[in-house]
């Protein structure tokens, strides 16, 4: 049973946007933290932004805050990644995650993570 698959991925101009989606069969939607990381090229997995159960509380990497986005609809049960002013080095393979609430940490932290998605290719030209 795959719990999260992400979408929206692919190749933009650098100044560009994508929007990312993940779509998840996790219920309820609301027993989980929800985030997303990347792999860039060559480089470990970061954490890149996150959302508690409620959108009440978020989280942004230093490295995107101020372009990206995160959000979830919970009736819908997706949670997006809104990526504006795109640079090279925001190229990575992106990942979906689900932090359930009961055990989770915050900001999430990667060992931690129950669920993940397969990983979408986001490529930034220059």
């Known amino acids: 049973q795959v719990q999260l698959v992400e979408s929206g991925g692919g190749l933009v101009q650098t100044g560009g946007s994508l929007r990312l989606s993940c779509a998840a069969s996790l219920r309820p939607f609301t027993d989980y933290n929800m985030a997303w990381f990347r792999r860039p090229p060559g480089k470990e997995r970061e954490l890149v932004s996150a959302?508690?159960?409620?959108?009440?509380?978020?989280y942004y990497s230093d490295s995107v805050k101020g372009r990206f986005t995160i959000s979830r609809d919970n009736h819908k049960n997706i949670v997006y990644l809104q990526m504006n002013t795109l640079k090279p080095e925001d190229t990575a393979v992106y990942y979906c995650a689900a932090d359930q609430v009961w055990e989770s940490n915050w900001p999430p932290q990667e060992y931690g993570m129950d669920y993940w998605g397969a990983g979408l290719l986001v490529t930034v030209s220059s």
């Open positions: 959302i508690i159960w409620n959108a009440g509380n978020t």
